[in-house]
């Protein structure tokens, strides 16, 4: 079992930014993928980015070259680093964690893009 902790959402102005963490705990090991995924209201989870442990990333079109992903392995957490946000980036952030045939889902974070 792995639990999963964030933290950081809120509510910001457009073009301001916003830093995500996820802390996993529990039975995790190397060679996983950690990153976030995000839900508006109305539409599907979609990824937003995900990381390996060897540092290989994926990151949606939607948000390259605003959002920077990145994780500390020592401490077992992922971050997200989110700059030039935009209204449409408003959703519930959820973190990711896939290992082996296993994938865990943080609760959610709240992030609100609006003047």
């Known amino acids: 079992q792995v639990d999963l902790v964030e933290a950081g959402g809120g509510l910001v102005q457009p073009g301001g930014s916003l830093k995500l963490s996820c802390a996993a705990s529990?039975?995790?090991?190397?060679?996983?993928?950690m990153g976030w995924y995000r839900q508006a209201p109305g539409k599907e989870r979609e990824l937003v980015a995900t990381?390996?442990?060897?540092?290989?990333?994926n990151v949606a079109g939607s948000v390259a070259g605003r959002f920077t992903i990145s994780r500390d392995s020592l401490k077992n957490t992922v971050y997200l680093q989110m700059n030039r946000l935009k209204p449409e980036d408003s959703a519930v952030y959820y973190c990711?964690?896939?290992?082996?045939?296993?994938?865990?889902w943080g609760q959610g974070t709240q992030v609100t893009v609006s003047s």
């Open positions: 990711y964690v896939k290992q082996a045939q296993d994938i865990y």
């Open positions: 529990g039975n995790i090991f190397f060679g996983n993928i």
């Open positions: 990381q390996t442990s060897g540092g290989s990333t």
